[in-house]
């Protein structure tokens, strides 16, 4: 089993539809990170996490530690939030980020 | 501000021969990391470094050797390039390992 699991893999959405990607982790972590890759490659760092909610724009991440579960949500979706975005952990032992699979995510309009 | 700068952005290596991936990063970040990222793959650790003249090996670092002279720089080199290095590199840095990361634009490589 992965240490980090999201869910779901692949989505679509209309346009204005409200986003939930999951992310449930089962090591003990220093901080949750969710990043967006564009469909050009780049990588961004959205949210760095190691408790409760934050907030960018649209964007929110909330994390609930005693459950090892994430969210991000993307309110008043749009075609340019289409790209993978991806759950990593950092893990208390080491500096390594343990990465997610990613959810591709595809917003039409 | 500048983050963290790669060069080259695309390269393409002959079997055998050696090249260096540059990364420079202008925020006085400690952290610093080189991630390869196979078609439809997630990013692998290839070797990291927590400060100048420290470094350490990540989940696949066979074929790579890197150097950490100073905080701003952390070249990646590849010696003796085979196609299983053909990938996408990104370079990243954080001020510790706690903190949010920036990730340089990418390296395409491919060995042919």
């Known amino acids: 089993k992965n240490e980090v699991e999201q869910s779901p893999q692949n989505l679509t959405a209309q346009e204005g539809e409200f986003i939930t990607i999951n992310c449930s982790y089962s090591?003990?972590?220093?901080?949750l990170h969710w990043l967006q890759q564009h469909p050009g490659g780049g990588i961004v760092s959205l949210f760095m996490?190691?408790?409760?909610?934050k907030k960018h724009g649209r964007l929110i991440a909330t994390i609930n530690i005693q459950e090892k579960h994430s969210s991000l949500h993307i309110t008043a979706s749009h075609p340019r939030d289409s790209a993978v975005y991806i759950c990593a952990v950092s893990k208390d032992s080491n500096y390594q980020l343990i990465w997610g699979a990613g959810t591709k995510l595809i917003i039409k309009p | 501000n500048a983050g963290v700068t790669q060069t080259p952005k695309f390269r393409i290596l002959k079997i055998g021969q050696s090249m260096t991936l540059q990364c420079t990063q202008d925020m006085n970040h400690n952290y610093m990391y080189w991630y390869r990222q196979d078609p439809g793959m997630g990013l692998k650790l290839i070797y990291y470094s927590v400060g100048a003249g420290i470094t350490d090996k990540g989940e696949v670092p066979n074929g790579y050797n890197v150097s950490r002279s100073t905080t701003e720089d952390f070249p990646l080199r590849l010696e003796l390039a085979a196609p299983s290095q053909t990938s996408v590199y990104f370079c990243?840095?954080?001020?510790?390992?706690?903190?949010?990361?920036?990730f340089g634009s990418g390296t395409r490589l491919t060995v042919v």
């Open positions: 990243a840095s954080s001020s510790t390992n706690r903190d949010g990361y920036t």
């Open positions: 996490l190691s408790s409760g909610k």
């Open positions: 090591v003990g972590i220093s901080a």
